[in-house]
């Protein structure tokens, strides 16, 4: 065995010399498989409701003759992810999953061509038959960006403009006074003027930047093209036509849906608010320690993505100094205003009206609705499982990412291909993208491995107060004004930074010409004042001003937000260019090297034929160790971030021991603890439903599983009630069986037991219109919100509505509480009271609990404790009301669960019957690899080290080589 060792050896450090050699598994026009290793029936995807495209006045005049006309391409993937939705839970076989995903292949097989174009000589965009998504093969790199460019002004051209605009804060100069709101918000979080927008952009590599004009210009060539004039969106009749993309509106779009999707922390204020109120109920000590046992932000049965510990933010040592307690909610800086101007005069339209102004008034709003309120901040989802735990000895992935359900989707597909040049990496990737960032793909794969993404909401963003100061005084923290635009910063008083940027506002287009707008919006300007605070660990936005009372005297502050890539929002663009790259990324190593790179914090999941790994990115701030993480802290100086995480500090691995990796929005590893806004890393989290899922598959398949069998885990999962699989089960006991229950809560009891022991599932298989189990379901969602209250009303009183724990997350969610603006996005489940619950119910039921809570809250109400009596007599408080209050209409129920597919252009789509999956999904096991010679020179963490020097490369291959030696022995 040492001598055959020694041959491969040498073989490999030989092969080190080699370029790498494509793998050509079929020519033509379409390039099918073309440095592929993947195969058709094992890497495959779907994205409801599909590709779509513009939506052109043809299209919308077809539309109105033919109501249930849709364009092509728009709703073709949503037949294939709704299918799964019905299907028995956890049972899906072989041949049905590819009926339920579609092939993910490099390039077009010559006979399911569609179209072909070439835009300009070097590119060539080619459509696939089944399914319209665009196929990009550039002569050069910048042919590709081009290539990419046109593509999404082709699928998505009105979109990127609403995001662009969203995200530069200048919405109202597109749709009218109604996207005032919303420039606002932008404002209150960036407030970035043009030379700042172009710096981050000169900020990138050369080449990154060439990148970003070869895209703006395919953009701009399609709009450009007298050609193109009958396939410009529909909007451009009654909204102003389409100015020319530029480098600097991919990064305002960029910072857009990091600031939804990549984010965590920021509730320093409300969480300081609602701790101030517990104090005035049961005094300093004790609030904290209700404050705590509610926040779960380290709790040692928190369920985990992997095993190691990953120690960070760590409570219990604050210094009492660092805290800023404010006096009430900051008021409203008063920046953003309207200067009327003449109205009247209708916007500029790029062709005849053909959307009645009624109607794009309407769709204005949901537009800004759309943006602002249409993401779920937590979903998407990943089952990683590792090839000791795979039938077939390679790993397999089941994972996407989800951000709820548009019309045309707000994701896009395309698939990419560019040759190394001299001068330029290679490019072949496919997979997706957001509108306007599609110059890289995002989540996808590459020639022999896959990626995805869930947020994780790691805490890179802090509210604190800056003390106000009169630079006129003899002592500047005396007389202090509470309008001051001077703050108090390491022993000086130093004046804010102030920008002012302004924006034309045409009339709303619902408007009709010679009058003026109908509420609340002027026509004319939006002027936005933004000031900030300059640290010396970074910028904060001001939010607002209140006031602290110190020693009986209140002391004007202002509360400020600061976010570690303020300013360097494309900065990340290196780690997803590198995914993009077949010489940068090619193992678990170099992979999570690229992910170091990216700032905004999400849970990066990969998959190769080898290996799986697992790394959760964000620029987190290293924080002083006397700062509470919480709480506001003052934004003097002494309470300063020290720096970053290093990058090996950040929760990551390679293989874990467990054979197997779930990720849910859930906590990443041991003792990482929670940011301030996220107040549920207690012993539930919805992640467990996956890994009870595989847990069935591995005891089904004698320890391990297929592909097939993590697909039927994350269908399980998409259709079961969490807090009813939970809790149920603990709240039968706390109620028991004795006498006396009234008959009306015998029945709802009865009906509960039948849907638990069933599954606990909301699906409607038979098509009825009505879940099956509907009364029970109908029950435990009216019960459960009740019994919140019944058990934390007494001690948190008033402020339960207010707390900042969010009170529940229900499939129906968008009609039950109004969330995003009243449209069912699918996200469940994600938080709430649940993971409380369940430790109260364990602790009144004498059951295991790690932590304890420190006090028994279920049947308690202040300076009483809770006791199991006391706890039966709420819970059966709360039945009672359900049983009066509950929705009595089952198919009322069931359509209020149903998928919305919010409107970010014109045409409506049907709705899908709920499930708790991501919207877009890669369904991946890859049983090839380029030769692991080519991988031999393996990136370290950037912030950690240098890349192994060439005369390092014999001793790094030899590393790979008894890595994989020892792989095959344990086989």
Avoid at 267 to 286: D, I, P
Avoid at 695 to 711: I, P
Wanted: with cysteine.
């Amino acid at each position: 065995m040492p001598r055959r060792i020694g041959r491969v050896c040498a073989a490999l450090l030989a092969a080190l010399m080699v370029a790498p050699v494509s793998v050509g598994r079929s020519q033509g026009i379409g390039q099918y498989r073309v440095n592929d290793y993947g195969t058709p029936e094992l890497v495959r995807n779907i994205m409801p409701a599909g590709q779509g495209a513009n939506v052109t006045v043809a299209q919308t005049a077809q539309e109105q003759l033919q109501p249930d006309y849709l364009p092509p391409h728009l709703h073709d993937q949503a037949p294939l992810y709704d299918a799964a939705t019905l299907l028995p839970p956890g049972q899906v076989s072989d041949s049905q999953l590819q009926q339920l995903t579609k092939e993910e292949s490099f390039g077009v097989a010559d006979d399911q061509i569609a179209s072909v174009e070439t835009p300009r000589p070097g590119v060539t965009i080619i459509r696939d038959k089944a399914w319209g998504v665009p196929h990009i093969f550039g002569a050069s790199r910048e042919d590709a960006k081009f290539g990419a460019g046109y593509v999404t002004a082709e699928d998505r051209l009105f979109q990127i403009d609403v995001l662009r605009h969203a995200g530069r804060g200048n919405l109202a100069s597109l749709i009218g006074s109604s996207g005032f709101a919303s420039d606002c918000t932008t404002h209150y979080g960036t407030g970035y003027d043009p030379a700042e927008e172009a710096r981050q952009v000169a900020q990138l590599p050369a080449i990154g930047q060439e990148d970003l004009r070869s895209f703006s210009a395919g953009v701009n060539a399609f709009v450009h093209d007298p050609g193109n004039a009958n396939r410009m969106p529909v909007e451009y009749t009654v909204f102003p036509p389409f100015a020319d993309w530029s480098p600097e509106d991919t990064l305002v779009v960029a910072g857009l849906i990091g600031a939804n999707l990549g984010f965590g922390g920021g509730s320093e204020a409300s969480n300081t608010l609602a701790f101030e109120q517990l104090t005035r109920t049961y005094g300093a000590a004790a609030a904290r320690r209700i404050f705590d046992d509610f926040h779960a932000a380290d709790d040692p049965e928190s369920p985990t993505t992997i095993d190691a510990p990953f120690p960070y933010e760590a409570r219990g040592h604050a210094d009492p100094a660092s805290v800023a307690l404010i006096d009430k909610p900051a008021a409203d800086p008063g920046g953003c205003t309207h200067t009327p101007g003449p109205s009247g005069a209708a916007p500029a339209s790029s062709g005849q009206a053909a959307m009645p102004r009624a109607r794009a008034a309407r769709h204005a709003l949901d537009i800004v609705s759309a943006v602002r309120s249409g993401f779920p901040h937590h979903m998407s989802n990943a089952l990683v499982v590792g090839a000791d735990r795979s039938v077939d000895g390679h790993p397999l992935a089941v994972f996407g990412s989800q951000a709820a359900y548009w019309s045309p989707e707000i994701y896009m597909e395309m698939d990419v291909h560019a040759p190394a040049t001299a001068d330029t990496p290679g490019w072949d990737a496919r997979g997706f993208q957001f509108p306007g960032t599609g110059v890289l793909v995002e989540i996808g794969r590459g020639q022999d491995f896959a990626w995805s993404a869930t947020s994780a909401g790691g805490d890179n963003v802090d509210q604190r107060v800056e003390r106000l100061c009169n630079p006129n005084s003899a002592n500047p923290l005396q007389n202090v004004d509470t309008g001051s635009t001077h703050y108090w910063y390491k022993g000086r008083c130093l004046p804010m930074v102030e920008k002012t940027l302004s924006y034309p506002v045409p009339p709303s287009p619902g408007s009709p010409p010679g009058s003026g707008p109908s509420s609340l919006p002027f026509v004319g300007v939006e002027t936005f004042k933004v000031e900030r605070a300059v640290h010396d660990d970074g910028i904060a936005v001001i939010q607002g001003r209140t006031t602290v009372t110190s020693n009986g005297v209140a002391v004007p502050v202002a509360v400020s937000s600061q976010r570690t890539n303020f300013l360097r929002e494309l900065d990340q663009a290196v780690g997803f260019d590198q995914w993009n790259t077949p010489s940068a990324v090619h193992d678990a190593a170099s992979f999570i090297a690229a992910a170091a790179h990216i700032d905004d914090t999400f849970n990066w999941l990969y998959v190769d034929d080898h290996d799986i790994a697992y790394y959760q990115s964000g620029l987190l701030p290293a924080r002083n160790p006397g700062a509470d993480p919480d709480l506001l802290t003052w934004g003097t100086g002494e309470w300063d971030w020290q720096g970053m995480l290093p990058a090996d500090q950040h929760p990551h691995a390679i293989n874990p021991a467990r054979g197997w990796m779930t990720s849910w929005n859930n906590r990443p590893a041991p003792h990482f603890g929670a940011a301030d806004s996220n107040w549920n890393y207690g012993p539930l989290y919805r992640n467990q439903m996956l890994d009870q899922g595989l847990r069935h598959a591995f005891a089904a398949g004698g320890g391990k599983t297929t592909l097939t069998g993590v697909f039927a885990a994350m269908q399980a999962a998409s259709v079961e009630d969490f807090r009813a699989r939970q809790l149920l089960g603990y709240i039968f006991d706390v109620i028991g069986d004795p006498a006396p229950l009234s008959p009306a809560e015998q029945s709802a009891l009865a009906a509960l037991r039948s849907w638990h022991a069933d599954g606990d599932n909301r699906q409607d298989r038979s098509k009825s219109g009505a879940y099956a189990h509907a009364d029970a379901i109908s029950i435990f969602d009216s019960f459960y919100p009740h019994a919140i209250h019944t058990i934390y009303g007494g001690w948190l009183t008033s402020n339960l509505g207010g707390f900042p724990k969010t009170l529940d997350n229900p499939p129906n969610d968008a009609h039950r509480y109004g969330s995003y603006s009243g449209y069912n996005v699918g996200s469940a489940f994600d938080g709430g009271w649940m993971d409380a619950i369940d430790k109260d119910l364990r602790q009144v039921l004498g059951r295991p609990v790690t932590l304890p809570h420190s006090h028994l809250y279920c049947g308690g109400a202040e300076a009483t404790e809770g006791s199991l009596p006391g706890c039966r007599t709420v819970l059966l408080a709360a039945l009672d009301t359900a049983i009066q209050d509950h929705q009595t209409d089952y198919r009322k129920l069931t359509a209020d669960d149903r998928l919305d597919y919010r409107p970010l252009g014109l045409q409506a789509l049907p709705t899908s019957p709920w499930t708790n999956r991501p919207t877009q999904q890669q369904v991946v096991e890859f049983t090839s690899h380029r030769p692991r010679a080519q991988a031999a020179a393996v990136a370290t963490l950037p912030n950690t080290g240098a890349a192994p020097t060439p005369a390092l490369l014999p001793l790094v291959a030899l590393l790979l080589l008894t890595r994989v030696v020892r792989r095959r022995q344990r086989r």
